[in-house]
């Protein structure tokens, strides 16, 4: 009896969890070897590993995998490198901290489609935008950033979006710093480049293992802000395997392509996830 | 120690450092508020205006445009409902991990997890599909359970790394004076994992409010959330940047608002307690 109940309170969340993975997945791997194009009702039955024959060899395929990795490995080292860089710079007490903090840490609920937008026009416009603006006082020519540099300029936005939790997160760690080792250590002599390599990094150790993965879990599916910027243009120079697959679905209306394509994009997932586990969860685990 | 003099150089220039980097990183959001308060001819003015006479009139031309009102509807009912059932949901399940701890335990947990990796977008075809099947395409239903699908993995980690860290001798005592289940849940447990409740409600509650990805793809004029009526500002006709950010404004100022007086509830639930 008393073995059952443990199990009847974890039954709702794991079977729901499972239908939510199964169900989905099943559907994906059927589509993906049928052929199911919305916009042609009439063309039906088995084509076998076309579909991903289609999709591997679709030329934005190789681009949409470098671009993925490219955008999560640089928001990653770029918050991460960034927030440590801020959290020092106000973990001790100044005038106004609180404020600071509470400013810092807006941009992170503010909603993609919002942040991309406000960068796309207001930012990053190549005529009425701010640093448009700012380029031409300083006799510079304004860059048309979504133009010329559309990774780039999503991969800025994403880190601007991100860096506040990073901060917050490394904040945090550095409020449970032993004071007292560090002042002993500057009395010892210990320059602060010292402190740093020897006392406040291995300390953060820990907290960078938590950014990192979280945000891999929502970075390898950053979907929005190329939604609303660049559509993954031009071209295919900012378009990512999640809206990849979205094209294919949504715009050319190709359900057993975009399906196949979903698979990669699940097999990407838990390579990542593999070595998430390997890097972070040992990490997490003490 | 003794060098008060380059101290306070260094207290000096690491203030002014701070607040200027805050203030750079602030100034995207801090423009976003001013242009709301512009007519569009200041909005998009060169050199860059600073100090102009506030309007409102952004703000009403907006609600009437496109009934702001219903989006907003839309967004508080389906995060709230969201988070409310994956509380429901996710609170049993840590529960019996965190007490009633078995050989699989672990290999749960991290299952859990891996199933947030999947990129979403991996499952719009079939979901899409099968949200068009029973009639939920549009519908705030749809997005309550796709939400509270989304969110209940990370749910389950963070209340699981709550509920570990309160004494299960706690619980114990109160079974042996004679608590049936449910008045050691209600008098025992409950109180004393407010905290962890609270951060992880909270948390889903500002994910749910900022999805984008379904409300996008599965949502339009009737079921769609704040972030789809702000998406469909970004058509390229015409610069219209004093209503796109007085709709923005009107988007996430209660969220941020929220989000200010509960951001340290949030740290501690975001980092799974693996960071004190």
């Known amino acids: 009896m008393n073995r059952l109940i443990p199990r009847v309170l974890l039954a709702p969340a794991v079977i729901t969890l499972l239908l939510w993975m199964i169900v989905p997945l099943a559907m994906t791997i059927y589509f993906s070897l049928i052929r199911y194009n919305l916009m042609q009702p009439d063309q039906t039955g088995f084509i076998g590993l076309g579909n991903f024959a289609y999709f591997i060899t679709d030329p934005a395929f190789g681009t949409a995998v470098l671009n993925t990795l490219l955008l999560l490995g640089s928001v990653t080292l770029i918050t991460v490198v960034g927030g440590i860089l801020l959290a020092l710079l106000i973990d001790e007490p100044f005038p106004g901290r609180t404020l600071v903090r509470i400013l810092l840490i807006s941009p992170f609920f503010v909603m993609p489609t919002v942040n991309a937008l406000l960068w796309k026009h207001m930012m990053m416009n190549p005529i009425y935008g701010v640093l448009a603006q700012v380029w031409l006082f300083f006799g510079a020519t304004p860059v048309d950033w979504l133009t010329d540099w559309p990774l780039w300029s999503v991969i800025l936005i994403v880190s601007w979006q991100w860096l506040p939790f990073a901060t917050l997160i490394f904040i945090t760690a550095l409020q449970s710093m032993d004071r007292e080792q560090i002042e002993a250590s500057r009395m010892d002599g210990a320059t602060y480049l010292q402190q740093l390599r020897y006392l406040y990094l291995p300390h953060l150790g820990r907290s960078v293992a938590v950014v990192v993965m979280i945000e891999m879990i929502f970075l390898l599916s950053v979907f929005a802000e190329i939604y609303t910027t660049t559509s993954g243009g031009p071209g295919d120079a900012s378009t990512n395997v999640a809206f990849l697959i979205f094209k294919q679905a949504l715009l050319n209306f190709d359900a057993g392509v975009a399906s196949a394509g979903a698979l990669f994009a699940v097999l990407l997932a838990n390579i990542a996830g593999v070595f998430l586990i390997r890097m972070v969860g040992k990490n997490l685990d003490k | ?276």
Not at chain 2, 217 to 222: F, I
Not at chain 2, 250 to 273: C, D, E, R, Y
């Open chain 2, 1 to 276: 120690m003794t060098h008060p003099r380059s101290n306070l150089a260094t207290y000096l220039l690491r203030t002014l450092a701070a607040w200027l980097v805050t203030l750079l990183l602030f100034f995207p959001l801090g423009w976003l508020v001013l242009t709301a308060f512009k007519t569009e001819l200041q909005a998009i003015s060169v050199p860059p205006l600073l100090l102009f006479t506030p309007t409102l009139e952004n703000f009403s031309i907006v609600q009437e445009r496109s009934d702001y009102l219903l989006y907003a509807q839309n967004s508080l009912i389906t995060s709230v409902v969201s988070t409310l059932l994956g509380l429901a949901l996710a609170f049993p399940a840590a529960y019996s991990m965190a007490y009633f701890k078995g050989p699989r335990t672990k290999d749960i947990l991290m299952w859990m997890l891996s199933t947030k990796m999947m990129p979403a977008v991996g499952a719009l075809v079939p979901v899409y599909v099968l949200a068009q099947g029973a009639g939920l395409l549009d519908s705030r239903t749809g997005l309550v359970i796709i939400f509270t699908l989304s969110n209940l993995p990370i749910m389950v980690w963070m209340l699981y790394s709550h509920l570990k860290d309160i004494p299960g001798e706690i619980l114990e005592a109160a079974g042996m004076d004679g608590a049936t289940l449910w008045q050691e849940f209600r008098q025992v447990l409950l109180p004393l994992s407010m905290g962890g409740l609270a951060s992880t409600g909270l948390l889903c509650l500002v994910l749910s409010w900022n999805e984008a990805f379904w409300s996008l793809n599965l949502s339009a004029a009737k079921a769609g959330t704040l972030a789809t009526l702000i998406a469909s500002y970004s058509s390229p006709e015409g610069l219209f940047w004093s209503k796109l950010s007085a709709a923005s404004l009107m988007a996430i100022a209660p969220i941020v608002v929220f989000g200010w007086f509960s951001q340290k509830q949030l740290v501690q639930g975001l980092t799974f307690g693996a960071v004190k």
